[in-house]
Antibody, heavy 121, light 107 residues
Framework: QLHLQESGPRLVKSSETLSLTCTVS??????????WGWIRQPPGKGLEWIGY???????YYNPSLRSRVTISVDTSKNQFSLKLSSVNAADTAVYYCARVLSTVTTPFDYWGQGTLVAVST | DIQMTQFPSFLSASVGDRVTISCRASQTISSYLNWYQQKAGEAPKLLIY???SLQSGVPSRFSGSGSGTDFTLTISSLQPEDFATYYCQQSSSSPLTFGGGTKVEIK
């Protein structure tokens, strides 16, 4: 059974970089052909796609965040990470990591529980 | 960006009711449409992908239909555990976008 767990600081200062890690169990990254992604949800609001990375390392980012986002993978640790630079109050949200199901419409089929990150001014 | 509009944004229903939630894309997306259920304090759960394919483990009372710009999620007989917020999501083009959600509450 696949399991994803987000970790990282819950409070980030404005203008600094938000860094989160997603640890995946139940599959080996080194032998996986899966895609892995990040989605966020501001408190009381809807879902926003941040980006995802293919098993080969190719990245796909939301154009609205592209200049500030980096998604990377550490196959030796079965982890993938999110970095969002120059954060502001609008980046306060629950951040979810997720796996992309290998089908043509690329839905997110396994999700972490989510972690709330607040940006302090 | 493709805008996804869900309606209604809120609905009140009783256990056993047939519930229909609509989702409209601002441009054609073929069948690149997924549906999720989110309960309070939890991560979203995939229900339907490719507009009408039931995700493994999801009860058969959930079904999806549509193509192009208009899509529907139907719950044939609402159960107590189905009270939640439902989101549609398009994956036809970047950026992937979600609808604003439909909250289903107990009448």
């Amino acid at each position: 059974q696949l399991h994803l767990q987000e970790s990282g600081p819950r409070l980030v200062k404005s203008s600094e970089t938000l860094s989160l890690t997603c640890t995946v169990s139940g599959v080996s990254f080194s032998s996986s052909s899966d895609y892995w992604g990040w989605i966020r949800q501001p408190p009381g609001k809807g879902l926003e796609w941040i980006g995802y990375m293919s098993y080969s390392g190719r990245t796909y980012y939301n154009p609205s965040l592209r200049s500030r986002v980096t998604i990377s993978v550490d196959t030796s640790k079965n982890q993938f990470s999110l970095k969002l630079s120059s954060v502001n109050a609008a980046d306060t949200a629950v951040y979810y990591c997720a796996r992309v199901l290998s089908t043509v419409t690329t839905p997110f089929d396994y999700w972490g529980q989510g972690t709330l990150v607040a940006v302090s001014t | 960006d493709i805008q996804m509009t869900q309606f209604p944004s809120f609905l009140s229903a009783s256990v056993g009711d047939r519930v229909t939630i609509s989702c409209r894309a601002s441009q054609t997306i073929s069948s690149y449409l997924n549906w999720y259920q989110q309960k309070a304090g939890e991560a979203p759960k995939l229900l339907i992908y490719a507009a009408s394919s039931l995700q493994s483990g999801v009860p058969s009372r959930f079904s999806g239909s549509g193509s192009g710009t208009d899509f529907t999620l139907t719950i044939s007989s609402l159960q107590p555990e189905d009270f939640a917020t439902y989101y549609c999501q398009q994956s036809s083009s970047s950026p992937l976008t979600f609808g604003g959600g439909t909250k289903v509450e107990i009448k």
